[in-house]
């Protein structure tokens, strides 16, 4: 309860608890929209490249090839981010209700 906060150890449980509280929620969102921003723009370069490049009739260079294979693969990686983003946000709300803070996932951060 409110009163029993002195029971949990989280240092000894979770080794990289007192790094991890300086960690404000609101960085981190704020970089993932950066991320899906970026991301964002450069799949609508790829487009235009890729569609420039078969307007011209020519065959995707090695490059082109490469921008692809990165692009799927960061999209996997973002989502797999939002996902733990996502998963972050709850726990640090359900922390925040468990030792009696208002605010959800803000009291956490």
């Known amino acids: 309860g409110k009163g029993e ?3 949990l150890d989280l240092s000894k449980d ?6 991890a ?4 929620i609101s960085d981190v969102e704020g970089s993932f929209i950066s991320l899906d921003s970026s991301m964002k723009i450069c799949k609508t370069e790829y487009s235009k490249l890729k569609s420039e490049q078969q307007t011209l ?12 294979h990165f692009i799927k693969s960061a999209g996997l990686a973002l989502e797999s981010l939002q996902i733990s ?7 640090c709300k359900e922390l925040a209700d468990y030792v009696g803070e208002d605010g959800g996932e803000r009291a956490a951060t």
């Open 21 to 24: 509280s300086r960690i404000l």
């Open 57 to 68: 009739e020519q065959p995707f260079t090695p490059g082109t090839i490469r921008l692809g």
């Open 85 to 91: 983003r996502d998963k972050t946000k709850v726990a």
């Open 5 to 7: 906060r002195d029971n």
């Open 14 to 19: 979770i080794p990289n608890c007192s790094e």
